[in-house]
T-cell receptor, first 110, second 117 residues
Framework: RKEVEQDPGPFNVPEGATVAFNCTYS??????FFWYRQDCRKEPKLLMS???SGNEDGRFTAQLNRASQYISLLIRDSKLSDSATYLC???????????FGDGTTLTVKP | EAEVAQSPRYKITEKSQAVAFWCDPI?????LYWYRQILGQGPELLVQ????????DSQLPKDRFSAERLKGVDSTLKIQPAELGDSAMYLC???????????????FGPGTRLTVL
């Protein structure tokens, strides 16, 4: 079993839809959590950190469930420009190793 | 906006040859990471530096891969000899580092796409 698991998708949704991705992690000592976005053949870019109480950045909402060891990303009012692969990242300790999931691919269609 | 620089952007080589990749992190970033990303997978950490010291190289295939960051600034990743299975994107990232969670956001360079024939 992988340390960080994501549903690869693809998720194909129409513009304006709401879509949610989950990511599960196996190491209960994990302390820091992030969502990165990666466009085709480009480098990953930080989308948002995930805080214990949940956090929102515009149309994006991230949640953490430590008891069940998963994080989620909700995208509201999807835009064509949201089409990308979304990578979940889990870090053990502030200076510890970061483990990436294999990503979930989202395609938003007109 | 400061960026992580990598070169070359693309490299084609034959198996058994030696290749080297270079990374210049964002100025002032103490932590530097090298990742390998195979198509369809997430980045896999190869080596992590804190200044000039290696803090994690557990996933680095040390029989053929080496990495250095001699002055704690830029870094070189070398593969010798290259094998067909090394074809991938090699990503460099940097972060400020330190004991505070917010200082560990990683910023990635554009990557070097390696093809081994």
């Amino acid at each position: 079993r992988k340390e960080v698991e994501q549903d690869p998708g693809p998720f194909n949704v129409p513009e304006g839809a709401t879509v949610a991705f989950n990511c599960t992690y196996s190491n209960s000592a994990s302390q820091s959590f992030f969502w990165y976005r990666q466009d085709c053949r480009k480098e990953p870019k930080l989308l948002m950190s995930v805080y214990s109480s949940g956090n929102e950045d515009g149309r994006f909402t991230a949640q953490l469930n430590r008891a069940s060891q998963y994080i989620s990303l909700l995208i509201r009012d999807s835009k064509l420009s949201d089409s990308a692969t979304y990578l979940c990242v889990v870090k053990v300790g502030n200076a510890g190793k970061s483990t990436f999931g294999d990503g979930t691919t989202l395609t938003v269609k007109p | 906006e400061a960026e992580v620089a990598q070169s070359p952007r693309y490299k084609i080589t034959e198996k058994s040859q030696a290749v080297a990749f270079w990374c210049d992190p964002i100025s002032g970033h103490a932590t530097l990471y090298w990742y390998r990303q195979i198509l369809g997978q997430g980045p896999e950490l190869l080596v992590q530096f804190q200044d000039e010291s290696v803090v994690d190289d557990s996933q680095l295939p040390k029989d053929r891969f080496s990495a250095e960051r001699l002055k704690g600034v830029d870094s070189t990743l070398k593969i010798q000899p290259a094998e067909l299975g090394d074809s991938a994107m090699y990503l460099c990232a940097s972060s400020l580092g330190g004991g505070v969670a917010g200082l560990h956001t990683q910023y990635f360079g554009p990557g070097t796409r390696l093809t081994v024939l």
